[in-house]
Nanobody, 126 residues
Framework: QVQLVESGGGLVQAGGSLRLSCAAS????????MGWYRQAPGNKREFVAA????????YYADSVKGRFTISRDNAKNTLYLQMNSLKPEDTAVYYC???????????????????WGQGTQVTVSS
């Protein structure tokens, strides 16, 4: 059983930056696709970004492409999300997940059998 703990969330003004981290324990994650999701109040959880186990391939939702960067350090069993040029609409709870599966398109990633963290709140003020 893997445990995921997100950190790095907070309150930031529009245009600012935050870096989220997701530390994993209980299992080596070097062979799994990992990713980030977010859920705003009243909305469904949505895909944000995914990264292959080798970090050779990355995938992003159109809404964050060019502003967010996903990365991972397999030696540290840690996943990251660098978020730049933040907008109020980026406000949400951000979750990391393991074992993402692609369902036919670059943005249709799901983790039906993956592990999830507890989430970290990101609030962007206008």
């Amino acid at each position: 059983q893997v445990q995921l703990v997100e950190s790095g969330g907070g309150l930031v003004q529009a245009g600012g930056s935050l870096r989220l981290s997701c530390a994993a324990s209980g299992r080596t994650l070097s062979r799994t696709v990992m990713g980030w999701y977010r859920q705003a109040p009243g909305n469904k959880r949505e895909f944000v970004a995914a990264i292959s186990w080798s970090a050779g391939s990355t995938y992003y939702a159109d809404s964050v492409k060019g502003r967010f960067t996903i990365s991972r350090d397999n030696a540290k069993n840690t996943l990251y999300l660098q978020m730049n040029s933040l907008k109020p609409e980026d406000t949400a709870v951000y979750y990391c997940a393991t074992d993402l599966i692609n369902y036919g398109s670059g943005q249709n990633w799901q983790a039906p059998l993956g592990s999830w963290g507890q989430g970290t709140q990101v609030t962007v003020s206008s």
